[in-house]
Structures are given as structure tokens and as C-alpha cells.
């Protein structure tokens, strides 16, 4: 953009020197796929591996710390109603709040970020766990019981695997909100996508911020087909029970 935008030297009006980009760039054109193509390896592509980084990030942590929250609440049905109540709070925080008041606490950093990004993913991954254990039939954990099965090995060989299928929707939601909320965070550090979004709503040109909206809508949606052939690949029987 820079280059685009560079200007004639001398004394007299300042003329941009447009040197030999399209007619779309010149124009300022709703989409220059030239210029995009030109600038992904510079602009577009280290947004998106960061927007990924903070994603995984985020959903990982959040996994390591919803999961056995949902675990202990599946075994102590008294924490359900709380640990769910403190994680609903928490996701009703508006995300640009939430980063505000916690600049203070950690600053303008990678970790304010992330402590949000964790926050917003708690809720729904706690809660698919929590259902998906409690949707197990009773009388399949009976079933259990009478092949003389620990409560251990009940929970790891019957109700995980059965609520498997809840676990990953879980994880498709969670992923999908991180993402949009990834772009949120490049108010407060510049990483991801929504950094080259914010600087193309500054300026007049278009393709900058129409390029990185169209990217992180492609990854969104290629996060979520992936994590679908995930939860297919590790609940076959689900498949098979639906072509039934």
C-alpha cells in the first residue's frame, strides 16, 4: 500500500505515483485480486497463521480447562448449576469490555488476548461435555455395571465415547466464535486477521479489508469442516446408526 501510494518528489503538486498497478487498484475497484495475490505472503498470510495461532491457542486452553470441570460436574451433579453459571457470566461479557478491563491487569499483550479468547470458549465447551455425559441412557450404563465395570471404566469405555458427538459440537462452536473474536482482539494487538481489517477501514481502499474478511470467513469455514470429519472419523457408529 505504501508503494501504491508513494509520492512524486519536487516542488510542485504532489502526484501518486500509481506505477504499473491494474486499473482495479487505480480505480479502487470492491476487489483487486491482483493485489491481493501480490500482497498475501506480506500482509494476508502472516495475519492468518496468527489468527490461527491465537485460535488453537485459546480453544486448547479452554478444552484443558472446561473438560474436567465438565468431568467433576458430571460426578458432583451439586457443581453443574455453578461452574455453568460462572462460565455463562463470563461469555456474556461483550468481548471489547471484557479486553478493556483487563488491559490494566496485563496490558496491550498476547496474554490479555488470550485470557479473553479462553473466557468466551469455556462456556460451550462446558456445557456440550456436561449434556452429552448426561444424554447417556440409563440402561446402558446399567448394562455396564452388570459386566462388572468400575465407575472409572464406565465413564472412559461407555459415556465418553457416547457423548463424543456432543463434545465435537462443542468444539465446532467454540472454534467458530474464537475466530470471529480473534478479529476483535487486534484493537488492543496487532496479530490476526482483524489488523489488516482495521487498517483497511482507515484508509479508502477496499481490497484490504474485503481480502482479510474473506479470509477469515474461509477459515472459519474450513476450521469447522474440519473438526465435522474429526467427530465422523472418531464416532463411525454415528454415521452407521443414521444410514440405519
Known amino acids: 500500500m505504501s508503494g501504491l501510494l508513494s509520492l512524486a518528489a519536487g516542488p510542485d503538486p504532489v502526484i501518486p505515483d500509481f506505477g504499473t498497478v491494474s486499473s482495479c487498484v ?11 495475490t501480490a500482497n498475501f505472503s506480506s500482509v494476508f498470510g502472516p495475519a492468518l497463521v496468527q489468527h490461527v495461532r491465537l485460535t488453537m491457542i485459546a480453544v486448547g486452553i479452554g478444552f484443558l480447562i472446561a473438560f474436567p470441570l465438565a468431568l467433576l460436574a458430571h460426578f458432583r451433579k451439586w457443581l453443574v448449576r455453578p461452574l455453568g453459571g460462572l462460565t455463562s457470566f463470563l461469555y456474556t461479557i461483550p468481548p471489547m ?22 473466557a468466551y470458549t469455556l462456556m ?16 446402558v450404563r446399567r448394562a455396564g455395571v452388570g459386566m462388572g465395570l468400575t465407575r472409572r471404566e464406565i465413564l472412559w469405555r461407555i459415556e465418553l465415547p457416547l457423548a463424543l458427538p456432543a463434545v465435537i459440537s462443542g468444539l465446532r462452536v467454540a472454534t467458530v466464535t474464537t475466530i470471529s473474536v480473534v478479529e476483535i482482539a487486534a484493537f488492543i494487538i496487532d496479530q490476526g486477521l482483524g489488523s489488516p481489517i482495521i487498517q483497511g477501514l482507515q484508509s479508502p481502499f477496499n481490497t484490504q479489508f474485503i481480502g482479510a474478511g474473506l479470509l477469515a470467513v474461509a ?3 474450513a476450521a469447522d469442516g474440519l473438526l465435522v470429519l474429526l467427530g465422523r472419523a472418531l464416532t463411525p457408529w454415528a454415521r452407521t446408526r443414521r444410514t440405519v
Open 219 to 221: 477459515l472459519a469455514l
Open 26 to 36: 487505480r480505480d479502487n475497484g470492491v476487489f483487486c485480486v491482483d493485489w491481493f
Open 97 to 118: 469490555a471484557l479486553f478493556t478491563l483487563l488491559v490494566p491487569v496485563s496490558g496491550l499483550s498476547v496474554l490479555t488476548a488470550e485470557i479473553a479468547l479462553v
Open 124 to 139: 460451550v465447551l462446558f456445557k456440550s461435555t456436561v449434556t452429552g455425559l448426561g444424554e447417556v441412557p440409563e440402561d
